[in-house]
């Protein structure tokens, strides 16, 4: 007889899987879209800027 995992662990589970992927894809995003929207000369910094600035509140928000 297969014993399924009780739900709450499935939820502590999901919760970190979404987190991961807050971090790895939020910061990418926020990156070509700083550099897309910046000057010429400057597109590195305006996106590292733009990841520092909002990469923290992508992943918050892929978890709720």
């Known amino acids: 007889m297969v014993r399924s ?3 709450h662990d ?3 589970d999901y919760t970190g899987n979404l987190f991961f992927f807050g971090i790895v894809c939020g910061p990418a995003f926020y990156m070509l879209n700083g550099m897309y929207n910046s000057p010429k000369g400057e597109r590195l910094i305006w996106g590292l800027q733009a990841v520092c600035v909002n990469a ?3 992943a918050g928000n892929c978890v709720v």
Request: overall charge positive.
């Open 5 to 7: 995992r009780p739900w």
């Open 56 to 58: 923290p509140r992508s």
């Open 10 to 12: 499935y939820l502590v």
